[in-house]
């Protein structure tokens, strides 16, 4: 067996590793993702691959984000024939984006396209955990990272099953800010252990961040939330929240019920829409997932829905009635004000006794709502402002003083929400020196900084990412068995080359500290393969890579370390 990294290196976006086994006849891709913000997208996006698309036999999807996700559609029109092997969670969210991506990149994706994807689920049960075969002593393993509603780590295992021969790589996904003991997101569960294997290789996405203690804390984030809405309603003003279809909309979504449930009286005279038509969808889509649970030998739990949920009502997740309890909180989001069907929770805390559906029906138009004195939240679409519903919020509603944007996750610095972001400090009268304008593509119209008077605020807490500390409790876990690496060689992706970097330093930091002899590799674009097999991915010495990665940030060091050799000689 062999690996091929053919993206993202030094890069965040177009996920794509090529595997094979010449012998044997294996040829799969684990992810096909588009690139995204990235200056060579165009051409990674239409690119002829370095593979004949006929002859990879299936893709392991790890999970539907479009960096992940985007380019299966043509790679079946280029000539991929074979299965998509995924979670069932996945495969509707990718099927829902891919559809709604139609009218706006028609050369990656049509009717026939998606229609033709041969989407495979494994029935084994558990369906996380289990060691579901593809071919003659070839397997894959499915585990939760923590990041989105179906999202995992990929494990493939080669060899025959409990021999010395059989060898195993695994692949992070994305991995989640969700360690067990340590649950942050509103919606989703902890990352599952990865396992002992020969091999992995991981993201690094945020492999130089170490968020503090309070950016991690649900409550505070939650409470900034409520400070936003309590402005909003005492300017009589508009709260403008824009969000990622996918898990970010739902989190705030699911916060945003929390408070009006904490203090129902308070926030009657609000009104809270979700204008976000691909966001409804996914959510409707999606509904019935959150209800499935695992099981062990000791205990069955909810698949994807975590702990936070259950903390807040005042609920335990491992009372069958509370489990519905929860279950039926969370897919009230995707409700409107005042449904007849509407019941209530039964049990758990006051917040759960007062928690109801809180989002109006039919939201009114930018102009309406500028014209109105009503206070009111917005949740829209897209989550870095460029497109879709949140172009026509922004541009209608950034002039008014009684308007706030908050934004909920990182956005580039070309991105609209960027651009916010930079002018976020700035006083009025140094704003209106500005002569810098904000403009949207799709829509035939453009603010000028100079006349923003919106509010602009980060709110932290909501990325589904993990930091430094987060891929390291991946990476080198606290097994019941004591601390065990995820492989005897790392290979980081999936970040720019400084998170690459900070990311191995940190590894071979905490490996040493725990006595664990690693390799970790950058791989390259010239890289190659690599063999799975053979003796070329052996360990290094970790103090060795150690020296070399502090030489290479403090180059100073050579002439000292020469000085001092010549003194002595």
Same mark, same amino acid.
Request: aromatic share 12%; net charge negative; hydrophobic share 40%.
């Given at each position: 067996m062999e690996v091929n990294f053919i993206g993202p290196l030094g890069k965040v976006t177009g996920s794509c590793t090529w595997m094979r086994d010449q012998k044997k006849g294996w040829s799969f891709l684990i992810d096909c993702g588009m690139q995204q913000g990235e200056v060579t997208a165009d051409e990674w996006n239409h690119q002829t691959w370095p593979f004949e698309p006929s002859e990879i036999k299936f893709i392991v999807l790890t999970h539907a984000h479009m960096d992940h996700s985007g380019l299966i559609p043509s790679l079946y029109d280029s000539g991929f024939n074979g299965k998509v092997y995924c979670t069932e969670e996945t495969a509707a969210i990718a099927d829902t984006q891919y559809r709604n991506s139609i009218?706006?990149?028609?050369?990656?994706?049509?009717?026939?396209?998606?229609?033709?994807?041969?989407?495979?689920?494994?029935?084994?049960?558990?369906?996380?955990?289990?060691?579901?075969?593809?071919?003659?002593?070839?397997?894959?393993?499915?585990?939760r990272t923590g990041h989105i509603l179906g999202a995992v780590s990929v494990g493939i295992f080669w060899g025959p099953p409990r021999s010395p021969e059989q060898r195993s790589i695994v692949f992070s996904g994305d991995i989640g800010p969700q360690s067990e003991e340590h649950e942050a997101l509103p919606t989703i569960r902890h990352f599952m252990n990865p396992g002992k294997h020969n091999y992995a290789v991981m993201e690094s996405t945020y492999g130089s961040t170490n968020r503090t203690s309070t950016e991690k804390d649900p409550g505070t984030r939650r409470a900034h939330l409520k400070s936003l809405v309590d402005r909003t309603m005492s300017n009589q003003g508009t709260l403008i929240?824009?969000?990622?279809?996918?898990?970010?909309?739902?989190?705030?979504?699911?916060?945003?019920?929390?408070?009006?449930?904490?203090? @129902?009286?308070?926030? /009657?005279? $609000? *009104?809270?829409?979700?204008? !976000? @038509?691909?966001?409804? /969808?996914? $959510? *409707?889509?999606?509904?019935? !997932?959150?209800?499935?649970?695992e099981s062990n030998l000791k205990k069955t739990r909810p698949l994807w829905l975590g702990k936070q949920i259950f903390k807040l009502l005042g609920l335990t997740n491992n009372d069958p009635e509370h489990l519905q309890q929860a279950i039926k909180a969370m897919l009230s989001i995707s409700l409107h004000q005042d449904d007849p069907d509407w019941a209530g929770l039964e049990g758990g805390n006051k917040i759960a006794e007062n928690w109801k559906p809180i989002v109006a029906n039919n939201p009114p138009s930018p102009d309406e709502v500028a014209s109105s004195n009503r206070p009111t939240v917005i949740i829209t679409g897209s989550g870095n402002g460029d497109a879709g519903k949140a172009s026509s919020w922004l541009s209608n509603l950034l002039t008014k003083d009684t308007t706030t944007v908050a934004v909920t996750g990182y956005c580039g610095s070309k991105t609209v929400c960027g651009k916010l972001l930079s002018i976020k400090s700035l006083s009025i009268p140094n704003r209106r020196m500005s002569e810098n304008?904000?403009?949207?593509?799709?829509?035939?119209?453009?603010?000028?900084?100079?006349?923003?008077?919106?509010?602009?605020?980060?709110?932290?807490?909501?990325?589904?990412?993990?930091?430094?500390?987060?891929?390291?409790?991946?990476?080198?876990?606290?097994?019941?068995?004591?601390?065990?690496?995820?492989?005897?060689?790392?290979?980081?992706?999936?970040?720019?080359?400084?998170?690459?970097?900070?990311?191995?330093t940190a590894l071979y930091k905490k490996a040493q500290e725990l006595g664990f002899?690693?390799?970790?590799?950058?791989?390259?674009?010239?890289?190659?393969?690599?063999?799975?097999?053979?003796?070329?991915s052996a360990h290094r010495d970790a103090d060795f890579e150690l020296i070399m990665e502090m030489l290479h940030q403090r180059p100073e060091l050579k002439g000292m370390i020469r000085e001092k050799e010549e003194s002595q000689s």
């Open positions: 009218h706006l990149n028609p050369d990656l994706f049509n009717q026939k396209n998606i229609d033709g994807i041969k989407w495979c689920h494994f029935k084994k049960e558990p369906i996380l955990g289990s060691y579901h075969p593809v071919d003659n002593d070839l397997f894959i393993q499915f585990l929240i824009p969000a990622f279809a996918l898990g970010r909309s739902q989190d705030i979504l699911f916060d945003l019920h929390a408070i009006a449930a904490e203090e @129902p009286d308070q926030y /009657e005279r $609000i *009104d809270f829409y979700y204008d !976000f @038509p691909l966001g409804k /969808e996914i $959510i *409707d889509r999606t509904a019935p !997932f959150w209800s499935k649970t304008i904000i403009e949207w593509s799709n829509i035939d119209r453009s603010v000028a900084v100079a006349d923003i008077r919106a509010s602009i605020e980060e709110i932290k807490g909501y990325s589904a990412h993990g930091d430094q500390e987060d891929l390291l409790n991946w990476a080198l876990r606290n097994a019941i068995d004591g601390y065990l690496p995820a492989g005897d060689t790392f290979f980081l992706q999936h970040g720019d080359n400084h998170n690459r970097n900070s990311l191995r002899n690693i390799d970790v590799q950058l791989p390259e674009a010239t890289t190659g393969w690599i063999s799975l097999e053979s003796s070329e």
